[in-house]
């Protein structure tokens, strides 16, 4: 099936920066597209992204390259308008617990053998290239990565919408938990909760970490190891935090209106399921993340949560992307990643290329799909 303007049509599913930077690639080739959401915009992983916009530590060669590339995106865009509150490019800083300094010092020699912006700093070294950290935090060594920076995704998200109306895409929210169907054994469409069916002659699936559930139906197997996390936004804070904070009990980055958002890993088994499927967390979780951000702030300001969201982060089994068309559904695309903030512009650029030329671009040829064949 051809648009009016004999242009291909895509439905795309899924609401998150993955969907919608994918949508307005596809717009800009003169693609037709519909984007369909099981509720509204970035009402999934994307509203509770700590969207730090990195490649430090250590990855496969390939997905490195693919986040460098989407820091690059991220950083033409800041040239645009440096002003926007919802973009910054204020570094980023790591430190292991006490006694770890060889985690730190191995990270950085990683980081320095493959040209990656990695300075080894000691204490009171941090407060001359970033501000807003209390030194005394840092019990050993720390990595300050300058090139990095943030992103407040239901900002970009908003402002890739801009265009995407105005390019004439179409949008369906509130469309519940929706499938793909095919047409003789290719994707032909969305077939919304409700039953109706937004006819393509392509398909992204790009929600989440309900993506493997979504192929699942059709006999395709993506490895998910999908964990429950929470993202914590506090009330406007007396900081002058600039950079990413990577720390063992909490990781900080400034966010718009002068708050911070908050998040780890410690707590997600503190993290209840109901049998509907929604999430809850003890308050007192909230309070002690909130009291670990404050030890790390000059001056140990109070933080209070104005707000917490909960919900499955989306990684692949084995960590690494997932970007392609499936070879045993013709004509379905998946997008489904961890980093989905620092490839969001990156991946959606390169999946709408695959679509609107119909061939194979190299720099996703390592996370292929089929990866998980026979798994």
């Not at 599913?13 to 369909?36: K, W």
């Not at 915009?41 to 509770?48: I, M, N, Y």
């Not at 950083?75 to 006694?99: I, K, M, N």
């Not at 109706?196 to 998910?224: F, L, N, Q, R, S």
Request: negative net charge; aromatic residues 6%; proline residues 6%.
């Amino acid at each position: 099936m051809t648009s009016p303007q004999g242009g291909k049509t895509v439905a795309i599913l899924g609401g998150g920066i993955l969907g919608v930077s994918t949508a307005v690639h596809l717009l800009r080739g003169g693609a037709s597209v519909v984007l369909v959401t099981e509720g509204e915009l970035a009402s999934g992983a994307t509203g509770r992204s700590l969207s730090w916009l990195n490649s430090a530590g250590n990855r496969s060669d390939a997905y490195h390259h693919l986040r460098v590339a989407g820091i690059d995106r991220y950083r033409t865009l800041f040239a645009q308008d440096p002003s926007r509150e919802w973009l910054q490019f204020g570094g980023g800083l790591y430190w292991a617990a006490a006694g770890e300094a060889p985690k730190a010092e191995a990270r950085h020699a990683y980081e320095q053998s493959h040209g990656y912006d990695s300075r080894l700093v000691k204490p009171e070294q941090i407060a001359a290239l970033t501000p807003g950290v209390d030194p005394t935090a840092v019990a050993d060594v720390a990595v300050f990565n300058p090139g990095e920076g943030w992103v407040s995704l239901p900002h970009l998200v908003d402002f890739l919408m801009e265009e995407f109306k105005s390019r004439g895409g179409r949008l369906v929210t509130g469309a519940g938990r929706s499938r793909v169907v095919t047409t003789c054994s290719r994707a032909s469409g969305i077939a919304a909760q409700d039953g109706t069916v937004y006819e393509a002659d392509h398909v992204v699936v790009a929600c989440g970490a309900a993506t493997p559930a979504v192929v699942g139906e059709h006999g395709i197997h993506i490895a998910d190891g999908s964990p429950v996390s929470a993202l914590v936004i506090t009330q406007p804070a007396d900081s002058e935090l600039k950079a990413v904070l990577n720390t063992p009990r909490a990781a900080v980055r400034p966010n718009p209106g002068g708050t911070l958002a908050i998040d780890h890993s410690w707590y997600e088994e503190r993290i209840v399921e109901a049998a509907d499927g929604s999430f809850s967390i003890p308050r007192e979780v909230i309070d002690e993340l909130t009291e670990e951000a404050s030890r790390l702030l000059a001056g140990n300001p109070e933080l209070k949560a104005a707000s917490w969201k909960i919900g499955r982060k989306p990684i692949p089994g084995d960590g690494e992307p997932v970007f392609g068309e499936l070879e045993k559904l013709p004509g379905c695309f998946v997008a489904f990643s961890h980093s989905g903030a620092t490839v969001g512009l990156i991946a959606g650029e390169l999946l709408s290329s695959e679509i609107l030329t119909d061939e194979k671009h190299p720099m996703l040829a390592a996370f292929r799909p089929e990866r998980f064949d026979g798994q």
